[in-house]
């Protein structure tokens, strides 16, 4: 639970007993109408986020839900509890294996006595009475109790649609055979309705199973139980001890030995290996790790033994931070689905009243009572409003779970629709299109100086500067086992550079105003980067230059991008030259490069863009790209980058790849396109189906497996998302 801004809190409670989207959209509205309650119920996820004010408590919020006739419990976001239900009201996926199995059964000679041409016998019509009456009275039983507990609260859902179709064919039957008028028994409509409708309920809750097994996964990624070292304070000997993950601690030093799963997120202490992150980033290659890199709880150790010191634990692990991102983003409604749940509200009772008006149309007409009472069970078990509910979450389920496979973690519904309409892309070029880590790439010298003299002498002063140039320089020289010389007298040199003596000798290492004079030579540098020079006696000896590579698949990423009809420009505060030199490494043209842009300038850029009609994804990963990615239509953040730019993004990438950004673009339009062919098909079924079994064309029977396949047709659509793949 956490507390906003505005004084709200937030808590998510499992919901128990939805069997439709009338049942989501009434404890949606009973929440919503407490003073200041935001509700979002979701039938899929069955789950509510509702945001409260004070002095309302998580208990009123379960007992307004229990009033209304379902089941409650607060989750705690600490410890994700998967999506088991709140309740026992609605039955699991054995449950309904069984009864629909069952049903089946004995349905099948049901069907056969009412159907087929057998000899004439008074025994028939009473075998059939006792074969349906265990389908109505136990298969049946589920849409029976909840049509009640809704009556009993003055509200009517998909389930008593159900229930008074059964009802009403069975107890015609049951009269008839009672008063020995057996000439039209309906009692194979009740059977192979409810048998038609557990069956669709089954592979629905299968289906919709499987559309959660992405996030299910995600949340079960993390390790059970881990190794740590302890210290005995009395013999200072150092032992491993194996604790739950629940217990580690931060600043706790814990062993991953080859194959395992890192517990939690930490930076590496000791040891080196190639750890595979592709769980938990989408990246298809193990990563090298050593010392001083970062690990992320989840992803698995390949090779080498680790040692690890834990700097995140529990809920605020990055694992834990991708579940609440990809949880609250299928919690979400799109405007069309907020339509589709008013729909779903009124209906049902407009529904009873059709079947009501089919039944009295006609008797008025002339026709015969058996005639009119099939028309008007036909109407009710056809109507069912099931797959409208399913349309939207069950697209989410499975496109936001794919997403989370691939690294992609979608924020919310609004985001899809973002994505339909974004024209332009902006790349931030440091940490984006680039590695974010400068290298040293060019050292030239002047005169008779050696370049490794050169790198050797300009690292010995730079070991004492945290600048990241400096950090390159010496790392190159390390890299190539130099020998670095001491140095005495270091003075850093705010903006322009530093300078230290070695042996006697005042080095210099800096920009190029700091020496009096600058050999031709070395004067004209064309390679891209920042460029610093090395020299003793007023004149420099020699140039060194760093630059951040260009990330190998970021022409390819460019590429892709302008695949799906998207502009990319490139945004950066280095210089023209540098820019344009990266702009066409990656494909990007010269007139979409925006250079020399002051970090707090860069939301200013995106703006102008905006205003010349332009609606701009905006792709980044430092603090200086927060206000930059809340200013765009859509904000994408690189997960490698820092938490305010997470934070202020729609759409997150867990793998340092551009490339991402084509795969959460496509993946979030053929989402949306998935939802729209849901909603359309299942509002399309609707609107075709009443009518024709109100005019008598459709056979209860009929109606019955029409409506079942209708939810099944909508969920199994939303899996094909599953496998979703760019190219």
């Known amino acids: 639970m956490s507390t906003s801004h505005d004084t709200r809190h937030e808590v998510d409670l499992a919901i128990g007993g939805m069997t439709c989207a009338s049942c989501s959209a009434r404890i949606e509205r009973k929440l919503n109408k407490l003073e200041g309650v935001e509700a979002s119920v979701n039938l899929a996820t069955e789950r509510a986020h509702v945001r409260y004010a004070v002095p309302l408590t998580p208990a009123d919020l379960v007992a307004t839900v229990q009033q209304t006739g379902y089941t409650a419990r607060v989750l705690e976001p600490e410890a994700p509890a998967g999506h088991e239900h709140a309740g026992h009201d609605v039955l699991d996926e054995p449950q309904l294996k069984v009864r629909a199995l069952v049903s089946l059964a004995l349905a099948i000679p049901v069907v056969v006595l009412g159907m087929a041409p057998l000899p004439e016998s008074p025994l028939w019509p009473w075998l059939e009475l006792a074969l349906a009456t265990p389908i109505v009275a136990w298969a049946a039983w589920p849409f029976h109790r909840a049509a009640a507990v809704n009556a009993r609260h003055g509200a009517s859902t998909m389930d008593t649609l159900v229930s008074l179709g059964v009802l009403a064919a069975y107890g015609w039957s049951l009269v008839a055979v009672l008063t020995g008028n057996t000439m039209h028994l309906y009692f194979e409509v009740a059977a192979v309705v409810t048998t038609f409708l557990l069956a669709g309920r089954w592979a629905e809750s299968r289906a919709r199973a499987s559309g959660r097994s992405a996030l299910q996964a995600l949340m079960e990624l993390g390790a059970k139980d881990v190794a740590v070292q302890r210290i005995d304070p009395a013999s200072r000997v150092t032992t491993e001890v194996r604790i739950p993950v629940s217990e580690l601690a931060v600043g706790d030093h814990f062993f991953v030995r080859p194959g395992e799963k890192i517990a939690t997120d930490g930076v590496v202490v000791d040891g080196s290996s190639a750890v595979d992150r592709s769980l938990v980033t989408g990246e298809s290659m193990p990563v090298d790790t050593s010392p001083g890199d970062e690990v992320t709880g989840g992803t698995i150790n390949t090779s080498g033994r680790l040692v690890v010191e834990a700097r995140r634990v529990g809920a605020e692990t990055t694992l834990a931070a991708m579940t609440r991102l990809v949880e609250r983003a299928q919690q979400g409604k799109a405007p069309v689905q907020r339509l589709a749940d008013r729909v779903s509200a009124v209906f049902v009772p407009t529904v009873l009243v059709l079947s009501l008006l089919t039944f009295a149309g006609w008797l008025v007409a002339g026709q015969p009572v058996t005639g009119a009472l099939s028309a008007a069970v036909a109407v009710l078990i056809i109507a069912c409003p099931c797959a409208l509910g399913l349309a939207t979450p069950t697209a989410l389920l499975a496109g936001t779970g794919r997403g989370a496979q691939l690294g992609v973690l979608i924020k919310g519904l609004e985001v899809l629709e973002s994505t339909r309409q974004v024209d332009t892309v902006v790349l931030d070029k440091t940490g984006t299109l680039t590695v974010g880590a400068p290298k040293l790439t060019h050292v030239r010298a002047a005169g008779r100086l050696s370049v490794t003299a050169a790198l050797r002498t300009a690292a010995a002063v730079e070991v004492g500067s945290e600048h990241p140039v400096a950090r390159a320089i010496v790392t190159a020289a390390r890299d190539r086992g130099l020998d670095v010389p001491a140095v005495t007298g270091f003075e850093a040199l705010a903006g322009s550079g530093a300078r230290a003596f070695i042996k006697g000798t005042l080095i210099t290492v800096g920009k190029a105003e700091m020496f009096e004079q600058v050999p031709e030579e070395i004067a004209q540098v064309t390679a891209p980067g920042t460029t610093v020079w090395v020299g003793w006696g007023g004149t420099a000896r020699a140039a060194l230059t760093v630059a951040d590579e260009v990330r190998d698949s970021s022409a390819d990423a460019v590429r892709d991008l302008g695949e799906l009809g998207l502009t990319a420009y490139l945004l950066t505060g280095d210089n023209e030259q540098t820019a344009r030199i990266v702009a066409q490494a990656v494909g990007v043209e010269p007139a979409h490069v925006l250079s020399d842009v002051l970090p707090e300038d860069k939301h200013a850029a995106v703006h102008r863009l905006q205003q ?49 950004v084509a795969d959460a673009v496509a993946l979030s339009r053929r989402t949306l396109r998935v939802i729209k062919q849901n909603l359309a098909w299942a509002f399309g079924y609707n609107v075709a189906a009443i009518p024709l079994a109100a005019l008598g064309l459709l056979n209860p029977m009929v109606a019955g497996a029409a409506m079942a396949l209708s939810s099944v047709i909508v969920v199994t659509n939303s899996l094909r998302l599953k496998t979703f793949r760019r190219h």
């Open 612 to 660: 010349q009609g332009h609606v701009v994804a905006m792709v980044g990963d430092g603090v200086n790209d927060a206000a930059a990615l809340a200013q765009a239509d859509l904000g994408i953040a690189m997960g490698s980058g820092t938490d305010v730019a997470i934070e202020s993004a729609d759409i997150v990438l867990m793998r340092p790849d551009v490339a991402a």
